[in-house]
Structure formats: C-alpha cells, structure tokens
DNA sequence: AGGTCGACCTGGCAGC
DNA sequence: TGCTGCCAGGTCGACC
C-alpha cells in the first residue's frame, strides 16, 4: 500500500474535497473488498454527511454524520480519487447530493472497505502500535521494544505492532540515513542508534510527507496525481546503483519474503 | 510464544 | 507472438 506518507497526502486531500459533503449513493462493483454485506454497507453509508478523514497508520476512517467510521485499508494498489473517471478497476464509487463523486480503485483487490462502531472491531486497529510522530514513539519505547526481540530490524521496522505506519520502501530509506543493517537483530541495536531510529524516521516520513509520497507501480494521491519523493530514494528499488554515501553497490537482499535494500559499506 | 510463511489478487516485465 | 516465472507499496491466519 501506500505507506504513512502517501495514505497521509490522500488523507489531506479529501479533507479539502470532501468534507461536509453528502453521500447520495452508493454503487458496488465488486465486493470482494467489503468485509461486510454489500447491502449493509450502503444502507450505512447513503444519506450520511463526511465530517472528518483521519488516518490511523495505513488506514483512513472517514467520519460519518451517523457517528460511525467508513474504514478504507487501501493495502498495496487501493486508490480513493475524487471525480476520477471510473475504470476497470473501480471496485466502488459513492456519489454525493452536490454531484461530486468519490472513487475507489483497486487492482490487486487486497484492499478492505467496512463501516463500523468502534475502531475496536478492525483487526488492524486492535494490534496497531504507536504513530510516529506521537509521543508515546520515543527512545526508550524504542530502545525498550528491541531489546525484547531477536528478529531483524527492518523486519521490527514493518511490523504495525512496533510503529504504525511504516512499510517496505521507507523501512529500507530509515536504516540507510541511520547506517544501520537491515540484518542487524532487535537486541544488538545501541540506546544511542534507538534514538538515530527515531530521529530518521520521523525526518524521512515527514520529508515523504511533503513530497506527497512516493509512487513506484499504482500509488496516486486523492487527486489521481503521483507523489515525487521517488526522486529522492537512496536505496529502495536502486539494487546495482552506486551509494549516494560511499559509491559501492546498493545490495537488494530478501527478508521474510520481502525485498529489502541496503549499502552494505555504510550500514552495519 | 515468538517468528516465519503462504494466501489473498492482478498485471507488468524479462527471458526464452 | 506467446508462454512462463518473477516481482510488486500489506495484512492475517496457519504453522513451526
């Protein structure tokens, strides 16, 4: 999916384009991305006014005049675009009483669309560590949380239950400005590195932030549009190019199925 | 109990 | 051209 800084740019986009707006209909083009019954999502979902987006790691909860929240994991190629022209992969578009209308798209359908009462009853939500740029994700939660762990730390960083948030390309872009491995182990990383971990992680999301993420294959913003921060990438998907350190060879390794980038000079 | 591995899907691309 | 195999931004349940 999207990771934070792209699910935050979409966020922010509907924030401006669709709040207060009010939902007319609702048409389901495939539900294989609904956790519930087709029916009962739109009943929930027609004649409801948006009077907030927020975004709670990869997930967005679009605030209902009902008092429920319309839950959209957009998972890896899930796209939420305002007035976009509907395509082969528009799995379901709302449209609302003032002719505007909302589109989700998504290829791979591993996205999952739900409206619930409490945020309790989504399984992501119910594991979901802390965000980033809160409080509670600071030098000793971190230091704290690895010295229990033996796993690797990209595979700590990827982990929703440690930060919320994070995912593949900026687990790589994290470590490379930290010069930590990627295979170095949970329980072997310093109290000192704890805080680079945290330092670059919130510098790295929030530069990606500002740059309206990063678009490899399917990711667009809520205004269909791509995010640039590709341009700035200094390892992920850059296997063979030279280090923007040292000038050795970006190494591509996989760890628990998943790619992983890395300078194998400068991070140790 | 901590940690890893498929499954869930579609489609683009490289190689033959 | 057309086939095969590999790869892709995430999550979750099954299994070791």
């Known amino acids: 999916m999207p990771e934070l800084p792209e699910v935050e740019t979409i966020r922010r986009d509907l924030q401006r384009g669709i709040l207060n707006k009010i939902i007319k209909r609702v048409h389901i083009f495939d539900s294989r991305i609904l956790r519930q019954p087709a029916k009962e999502i739109s009943q ?4 409801c006014a ?11 909860a679009l605030e209902l005049s009902s008092g429920e929240h319309w839950i959209v994991q957009v998972m890896m190629t899930g796209q939420l675009i305002l007035n976009g022209p509907r395509g082969r992969h528009t799995r379901l578009a709302l449209d609302f009483t003032d002719g505007d209308c909302l589109l989700y798209n998504d290829q791979r359908v591993f996205g999952q669309l ?20 809160d409080d509670a994700f600071n030098d000793a939660y971190i230091a704290a949380y690895l010295k229990k762990t033996k796993r690797p730390i990209k595979n700590v960083l990827l982990d929703p239950g440690f930060v919320a948030g994070i995912g ?7 470590l ?14 310093k109290l000192s590195e ?35 921060f590709n341009q700035r990438l200094k390892v992920y998907a850059r296997a063979g190019k030279p280090c923007a350190h040292c000038g050795s060879p970006i190494e591509r390794i ?3 199925g998943r790619s992983t ?5 400068c991070q140790i």
């Open 168 to 174: 593949n390309i900026y687990a790589s872009e994290i």
């Open 50 to 60: 948006i009077e907030a987006v927020v975004r709670r790691g990869k997930a967005l």
């Open 261 to 265: 980038f890395y300078c194998m000079k």
């Open 194 to 228: 704890a805080a680079l971990l945290h330092q670059h992680t919130n510098a790295v999301l929030k530069q990606a932030i500002a740059m309206r993420g990063s678009s490899m294959r399917n990711y667009l913003d809520g205004a269909g549009k791509k995010g640039k």
């Open 176 to 189: 490379f400005q930290c010069r930590i491995s990627p295979k170095r182990r949970g329980h072997r990383i």
């Open 254 to 256: 996989v760890q628990a």
């Open 114 to 133: 739900r409206v619930v009462a409490d945020f309790q009853d989504v399984p992501y939500f119910r594991i979901l560590g802390p965000e980033p740029f």
């Open 44 to 47: 929930k979902l027609s004649g």
